[in-house]
T-cell receptor
């Protein structure tokens, strides 16, 4: 399988705490993307980090990328109950140009 | 509002029946995709289309068929040949498949249950 893997598979925290999710991928053409999925809903694009970038911020989100280790992390600071969702990383295959999704991290934020 | 509309949201099927899931987008995107999502397995690509009247198989195309007669529409048929069709199906689109960004826009999904 070409799928990446997120770690941990599940994460439970209290509101106000930070949540860190990691992604290991096998192939990436140009960039890495993170998506969010609320239960039973479609995915929503959160942030994209290019292969020549090491860190990127967007509001309470901070994403890092280490191309030598083929890994990325997503940090959500000062989490809220509304952040409860599954988070997926996605990379584009060199060979086929298809977007390949990881297996996801289920985040539960308790009020 | 621009977006992707999937229908129906819930669908029940008897074994041996074909069913068609609808996906319509008004974003004027060239590329459209169908993904299957099973618990704990993330998303797997079924079919994708980069242009009207053309489409390619993804990683798990067996038992599925698609058409792309119009830019805005990309219906997916789950045939009786699909051994385990119960899943959550997601349709997505993007401006062009192979640019550096390639952000995907997703519909709200269709949940198919085989009885």
């Amino acid at each position: 399988s070409q799928q990446g893997e997120e770690d941990p598979q599940a994460l439970s925290i209290q509101e106000g705490e930070n949540a860190t999710m990691n992604c290991s991928y096998k192939t990436s053409k140009n960039n890495l993307q993170w998506y969010r999925q609320n239960s039973g809903r479609g995915l929503v694009h959160l942030i994209l980090i290019r292969s020549n970038e090491r860190e990127k911020h967007s509001g309470r989100l901070r994403v890092t990328l280490d191309t030598s280790k083929k890994s990325s992390s997503l940090l959500i600071t000062a989490s809220r109950a509304a952040d409860t969702a599954s988070y997926f990383c996605a990379t584009r295959s060199y060979n086929t140009d298809k977007l390949i999704f990881g297996t996801g991290t289920r985040l539960q934020v308790f009020p | 509002d621009g977006g992707i509309t999937q229908s129906p949201k819930y669908l029940f099927r008897k074994e041996g029946q074909n069913v068609t899931l609808s996906c319509e987008q008004n974003l004027n995107h060239d590329a459209m995709y169908w993904y299957r999502q099973d618990p704990g397995q993330g998303l797997r690509l079924i079919y994708y289309s980069q242009i009207v009247n053309d489409f390619q198989k993804g990683d798990i195309a067996e038992g599925y068929s698609v058409s792309r007669e119009k830019k805005e529409s990309f219906p997916l048929t789950v045939t009786s040949a699909q051994k385990n069709p119960t899943a959550f199906y997601l349709c997505a689109s993007s401006i062009v498949a192979s640019v550096n960004t390639g952000e995907l826009f997703f519909g709200e999904g269709s949940r198919l249950t085989v009885l």
